[in-house]
């Protein structure tokens, strides 16, 4: 047995949690970077930075939905493609996925930045933390793309 056919050969327990720790060990960091990110902004830039961090929660978690979603998409036909063991055609949809999001992200980071004010504007944030909400998001979408690219490799 080679090391990349152990989702088909080992027991579906065994196998399902060795192809789940990925996921579980990025949820986790995300949760860790998360409850990071508000003590340090709490602690030291203050309460309406974040409020203001708060605010943008709904809306980075939109974003960093269709990011997975797009990962498990593409897994899907990894994962039918392995599954054939067509290893070729895998490995085809593999780079298509990666270049096609690596665009994919690219546009949605320009969206997010350029559309920060507006966005936030529809979701009725309070203006005493507007402009600190638009510079995080701002910050945020700058880095969307790695955070994006992360989701997909860590989904697929």
Known sequence: MSKDEYLIT???LKALTVFAMPLILGSFFQQVYNMTDSIIV???VGSSA?????ACAALTNVFICVALGAGVG???LVSRYFGARNYSKMKTIVSTSLISFLFLSIILGAFGFCFSH????LLETPA???DEAVLYLRVYFVGFP???MYNILSTM
């Open 10 to 12: 080992d027991t579906p």
């Open 42 to 44: 709490g602690q030291f």
């Open 50 to 54: 974040l409020a203001a961090v708060g």
């Open 74 to 76: 593409a897994g899907v």
């Open 118 to 121: 507006l966005m936030m504007n």
């Open 128 to 130: 005493d933390i507007l």
């Open 146 to 148: 790695f955070l994006f």
